[in-house]
C-alpha cells in the first residue's frame, strides 16, 4: 500500500481543522458585533429566521419555510466561500477568499463598536455606536424623561426602544442575568456574582426598566417617576437596542443606521404570470 506523502498529509490535517474550527462569532446566535465574522454556510438565526453567508458568497435573510426576503445580489461575482464581518463603521463587509471587497452594507457611522441585531420583526438591524454600558461605571444621571409606549420584551437577550423589563423579570445569555429585581435594584449577575448594580435598592415599588428611543435606560416606580437612568446618546432620537453580551456586559447600541428592510435586493415569492386570453 503506498503512503501518502507529507504534502497529502498536510492537506488532510488542514481539512480536518478546518471542518472542526467554529466560526468567529462568539456571541448569541441572533447577535453579531464588531468584529465579528460569518464564514461560508454560517448563519444568524432566531426562531425561524436566519441570514446565512451561503457559499455562494450571497448573504440572505430567509424568513419561514427557507422564503428568501432579502439578499446582497452577490451570488453571480464568479467566487465562493465569501465571509461576512461587521466593520467599525457598522457596516456589513463580504470578502472573497482573497480579502476582496465585494459588497458593503450602507453608509458608513462614525468608528466605534456596533451591532448587528436579528430582529423580531424578521430584519436585521445594524445599530450604534455603543452609547452605554456596564462597564461605563457612574454615568448614570437623574432626571425626568419623558416615555411613550411600552411593551413586553420578545427576545431573551435584548431590549429594543420603548420595551420594558418588568418588576422581577431580566435578560438572559449563557449563564448571565440582567434583572430588574423587586428591591427596585438593576442587577447584572452571573451565577449568585454581583457583576454591576445600579445602587437604587428600596428607592421605590414595582419598578420597570425601559429603554427610550434617545438611547438611555430608566428605572421608574409605580408612581412613573424617573429613579435613575443613563445620559442620552449624542445621536438623538432613533431605535436604540439594549444587548446582554457573551462578555458578561449589557450594552446600549443606537441609533439604528441600515436594515435590511431598506437596502440591498428584496426578493418577492414567485408569482405565476396571469393568463392572457
Same mark, same amino acid.
Given at each position: 500500500?503506498?503512503?501518502?506523502?507529507?504534502?497529502?498529509?498536510?492537506?488532510?490535517?488542514?481539512?480536518?481543522?478546518?471542518?472542526?474550527?467554529?466560526?468567529?462569532?462568539?456571541?448569541?446566535?441572533?447577535?453579531?458585533?464588531?468584529?465579528?465574522?460569518?464564514?461560508?454556510?454560517?448563519?444568524?438565526?432566531?426562531?425561524?429566521?436566519?441570514?446565512?453567508?451561503?457559499?455562494?458568497?450571497?448573504?440572505?435573510?430567509?424568513?419561514?419555510?427557507?422564503?428568501?426576503?432579502?439578499?446582497?445580489?452577490?451570488?453571480?461575482?464568479?467566487?465562493?466561500?465569501?465571509?461576512?464581518?461587521?466593520?467599525?463603521?457598522?457596516?456589513?463587509?463580504?470578502?472573497?477568499?482573497?480579502?476582496?471587497?465585494?459588497?458593503?452594507?450602507?453608509?458608513?457611522?462614525?468608528? +466605534?463598536? @456596533?451591532?448587528?441585531? =436579528? $430582529?423580531?420583526?424578521? !430584519?436585521?438591524?445594524? /445599530? %450604534?455606536?455603543?452609547? &452605554? #454600558? *456596564?462597564?461605563?461605571?457612574?454615568?448614570?444621571?437623574?432626571?425626568?424623561?419623558?416615555?411613550?409606549?411600552?411593551?413586553?420584551?420578545?427576545?431573551?437577550?435584548?431590549?429594543?426602544?420603548?420595551?420594558?423589563?418588568?418588576?422581577?423579570?431580566?435578560?438572559?445569555?449563557?449563564?448571565?442575568?440582567?434583572?430588574?429585581?423587586?428591591?427596585?435594584?438593576?442587577?447584572?449577575?452571573?451565577?449568585?456574582?454581583?457583576?454591576?448594580?445600579?445602587?437604587?435598592?428600596?428607592?421605590?415599588?414595582?419598578?420597570?426598566?425601559?429603554?427610550?428611543?434617545?438611547?438611555?435606560?430608566?428605572?421608574?416606580?409605580?408612581?412613573?417617576?424617573?429613579?435613575?437612568?443613563?445620559?442620552?446618546?449624542?445621536?438623538?432620537? +432613533?431605535? @436604540?437596542?439594549?444587548? =446582554? $453580551?457573551?462578555?458578561? !456586559?449589557?450594552?446600549? /447600541? %443606537?441609533?439604528?443606521? &441600515? #436594515? *435590511?428592510?431598506?437596502?440591498?435586493?428584496?426578493?418577492?415569492?414567485?408569482?405565476?404570470?396571469?393568463?392572457?386570453?
Amino acid at each position: 500500500m503506498a503512503i501518502p506523502s507529507a504534502s497529502c498529509l498536510l492537506f488532510l490535517l488542514s481539512s480536518i481543522l478546518f471542518l472542526l474550527t467554529p466560526p468567529s462569532i462568539a456571541n448569541d446566535n441572533n447577535i453579531m458585533l464588531t468584529g465579528d465574522v460569518l464564514g461560508p454556510d454560517d448563519e444568524l438565526s432566531y426562531l425561524d429566521t436566519t441570514l446565512t453567508m451561503q457559499i455562494d458568497c450571497n448573504l440572505v435573510l430567509y424568513h419561514y419555510k427557507g422564503t428568501p426576503a432579502f439578499d446582497s445580489s452577490t451570488y453571480d461575482r464568479g467566487v465562493v466561500n465569501c465571509s461576512v464581518a461587521l466593520n467599525e463603521h457598522g457596516q456589513f463587509v463580504i470578502s472573497d477568499p482573497n480579502g476582496n471587497t465585494i459588497w458593503v452594507s450602507g453608509r458608513p457611522g462614525r468608528k +466605534g463598536t @456596533y451591532a448587528a441585531v =436579528l $430582529q423580531p420583526d424578521k !430584519q436585521v438591524g445594524i /445599530y %450604534g455606536p455603543v452609547v &452605554w #454600558s *456596564t462597564s461605563n461605571l457612574g454615568s448614570t444621571k437623574y432626571a425626568m424623561v419623558d416615555d411613550e409606549d411600552e411593551a413586553i420584551p420578545t427576545v431573551k437577550n435584548t431590549l429594543f426602544s420603548s420595551e420594558i423589563i418588568a418588576d422581577g423579570a431580566e435578560l438572559t445569555t449563557r449563564d448571565y442575568r440582567f434583572i430588574m429585581d423587586e428591591s427596585c435594584s438593576l442587577e447584572l449577575r452571573k451565577s449568585d456574582l454581583y457583576i454591576w448594580v445600579s445602587g437604587t435598592v428600596g428607592r421605590g415599588q414595582h419598578c420597570f426598566l425601559r429603554l427610550n428611543r434617545r438611547g438611555q435606560l430608566t428605572i421608574k416606580d409605580d408612581m412613573y417617576k424617573t429613579i435613575w437612568s443613563t445620559d442620552p446618546s449624542p445621536d438623538g432620537v +432613533g431605535d @436604540y437596542v439594549l444587548i =446582554l $453580551q457573551f462578555n458578561g !456586559q449589557a450594552a446600549v /447600541y %443606537g441609533p439604528l443606521i &441600515w #436594515s *435590511t428592510g431598506d437596502d440591498g435586493q428584496i426578493i418577492y415569492p414567485a408569482v405565476s404570470p396571469a393568463p392572457t386570453y
